[in-house]
């Protein structure tokens, strides 16, 4: 088993430039608000693999690894779902005067590993979390399970108000 953490002392490793490890840890995620619902993250400590490399000028290459199960209602239908989501992110932390090349999740040699895996979930996620790709959603005029209804299901149209004069136009 992985041991668990949450940050990283980078600082302790003693890279010198091109040396890199990796490393098979467990990390902690926290439930996710998506949508305006909110997901658990199942297990809610996952185990991911941190590859570490130092680059030149003190800097460090970051990769993260890992594999989730959210809990939570369809975006479609509001059955149960349980989205599968592998996240692969990459950082890089170069000091110096450019700004772009510092990474938010590294201060002072410390890897806030807890916030950058929240992070990399989020933007790892699709546009809809669904019960399955296929799902039909609900109809929107009676609220219907469209996923069970079949295709028969079907209602009238109401008459568009804008043409409802012409309605009463008569050809003699």
């Avoid at 239908?77 to 170069?94: F, G, K, M, T």
């Avoid at 299901?153 to 136009?169: F, Y």
Wanted: aromatic fraction near 6%; charged fraction near 30%; hydrophobic fraction near 40%.
């Amino acid at each position: 088993m992985a041991p668990r953490t949450d940050s990283f002392d980078l600082g302790r490793l003693r890279l010198t430039s091109g040396e890199g490890r990796r490393f098979e840890l467990e990390v902690s995620l926290d439930p996710l608000r998506f949508g305006g619902e909110t997901y658990a993250v199942t297990p809610a400590a996952v185990d991911a693999i941190l590859d570490i490399s130092r680059m030149t000028h003190h800097g460090y290459a970051l990769r993260l690894r890992f594999d989730a199960s959210l809990q939570g209602p369809c975006m479609r239908c509001l059955e149960a779902a349980r989205p599968e989501i592998s996240v692969d992110s990459r950082e890089v932390d170069q000091p110096g005067e450019v700004e772009e090349l510092r990474s938010p999740y590294v201060e002072d040699d410390v890897l806030d590993l807890h916030a950058w895996a929240r992070d990399a979930l989020a933007l790892a996620l699709p546009a809809q979390l669904l019960c399955r790709a296929e799902c039909a959603g609900l109809c929107a005029v009676c609220g219907a399970d469209l996923n069970g209804a079949g295709p028969e299901h079907a209602h009238e149209r109401e008459p568009d108000p804008r043409w409802a004069k012409l309605g009463e136009i008569r050809f003699e």
